[in-house]
């Protein structure tokens, strides 16, 4: 399943820096994707949230990227139940 990119201003004092992201994301099922369709507004609300909550350091590096796709995995299985996200791919990732 794959979303439009998500931009969001980062928590940054001082700076004005902003993050775009597209994320594809690998499903348990493929009937998963009627049920990620109907909580996309909450899910979607909820993935903003997260990441305009990260500053710049959190989220360089390859291992910042590890741990944010670990978080964004778990944050889109909190709403679903009937499978789950085995894991997400950032096809765009762009810090500016």
Same mark, same amino acid.
């Given at each position: 399943?794959?979303?439009?990119?998500?931009?969001?201003?980062?928590?940054?004092?001082?700076?004005?820096?902003?993050?775009?992201?597209?994320?594809?994301?690998?499903?348990?099922?493929?009937?998963?994707?009627?049920?990620?369709?109907?909580?996309?507004?909450?899910?979607?609300?909820?993935?903003?949230?997260?990441?305009?909550?990260?500053?710049?350091?959190?989220?360089?590096?390859?291992?910042?990227? +590890?741990?944010? +796709?670990?978080?964004?995995?778990?944050?889109?299985? +909190?709403?679903?139940?009937?499978?789950?996200?085995?894991?997400?791919?950032?096809?765009?990732?762009?810090?500016?």
């Amino acid at each position: 399943y794959q979303f439009e990119p998500i931009i969001v201003n980062l928590n940054e004092e001082g700076a004005r820096r902003y993050l775009k992201v597209s994320l594809t994301l690998e499903l348990s099922d493929e009937d998963l994707i009627k049920e990620i369709e109907l909580l996309k507004p909450k899910i979607l609300d909820s993935l903003i949230s997260l990441l305009s909550s990260k500053k710049l350091e959190e989220i360089e590096g390859t291992e910042g990227k +590890r741990n944010l +796709r670990r978080e964004i995995v778990s944050e889109i299985n +909190r709403y679903l139940n009937k499978g789950m996200v085995i894991n997400a791919y950032f096809v765009e990732f762009v810090i500016q």
